[in-house]
Antibody, heavy 124, light 107 residues
Framework: EVQLVESGGGLVQPGGSLRVSCAAS????????MTWVRQAPGKGLEWVAN????????HYADSVTGRFLISRDNTKNSLYLQMNSLRVEDTAVYFC?????????????????WGQGTLVTVSS | DIQMTQSPSSLSAFVGDRVTITCRAS??????LAWYQQKPGKAPKRLIY???RLQTGVPSRFSGSGSGTEFTLTISSLQPEDFATYYC?????????FGGGTKVEIK
């Protein structure tokens, strides 16, 4: 069964940096777009970033552009989110998710599998 | 950016009720819409993709409809395990955007 397991969350001071990771298994990781979605405590879901299969195409939410960097290592079946210049409002559970590949259209679409999330707390 | 307006933000219903949740897109998104269910402390679970396709393993009481700017998630007969928060997601254009969520509570 497809598994996505996030790690690396924790407490960091405002202005600090943190890298969260997502380990993938039971599917051919290098064939899928991947994504990060976050959820602040008691709030809704917010898309953060997407990365294509070889890491050559990336997209970011305006709220993190210039501060966060999405990357991947297909040899390790791993997805990463490097978070710099962290703000209190970046406090959230960070989920990684796989983008669904529709065989009929050849498109990568929404998110079919999700990890359990890792909590990042930005506080002094 | 494409805004997704989800309504209602919360609702109370009895077991067995028919429940309808709506998402409106600020511009046409074809059928590039998915619906997710989330329970407290858990990851979202995909219910519907391409606006109306039922995810494998999801009960048939869930259905989705719509195209363009108006979309609906319907639960035909609410079950105890359906009490949760529901979100729509548009993936037609960047940035991807979620609706604000609908919390379905027991009446």
């Amino acid at each position: 069964e497809v598994q996505l397991v996030e790690s690396g969350g924790g407490l960091v001071q405002p202005g600090g940096s943190l890298r969260v990771s997502c380990a993938a298994s039971a599917f051919t990781f290098g064939e899928y777009w991947m994504t990060w979605v976050r959820q602040a405590p008691g709030k809704g879901l917010e898309w953060v970033a997407n990365i294509n299969q070889d890491g050559g195409e990336k997209h970011y939410a305006d709220s993190v552009t210039g501060r966060f960097l999405i990357s991947r290592d297909n040899t390790k079946n791993s997805l990463y989110l490097q978070m710099n210049s962290l703000r209190v409002e970046d406090t959230a559970v960070y989920f990684c998710a796989r983008r669904y590949y529709d065989i009929l259209t050849g498109w990568h679409t929404d998110f079919d599998y999700w990890g359990q999330g890792t909590l990042v707390t930005v506080s002094s | 950016d494409i805004q997704m307006t989800q309504s209602p933000s919360s609702l109370s219903a009895f077991v067995g009720d028919r429940v309808t949740i709506t998402c409106r897109a600020s511009q046409g998104i074809s059928d590039d819409l998915a619906w997710y269910q989330q329970k407290p402390g858990k990851a979202p679970k995909r219910l519907i993709y391409f606006a109306s396709r039922l995810q494998t393993g999801v009960p048939s009481r869930f259905s989705g409809s719509g195209s363009g700017t108006e979309f609906t998630l319907t639960i035909s007969s609410l079950q105890p395990e359906d009490f949760a928060t529901y979100y729509c997601l548009q993936h037609n254009g960047y940035p991807f955007t979620f609706g604000g969520g609908t919390k379905v509570e027991i009446k």
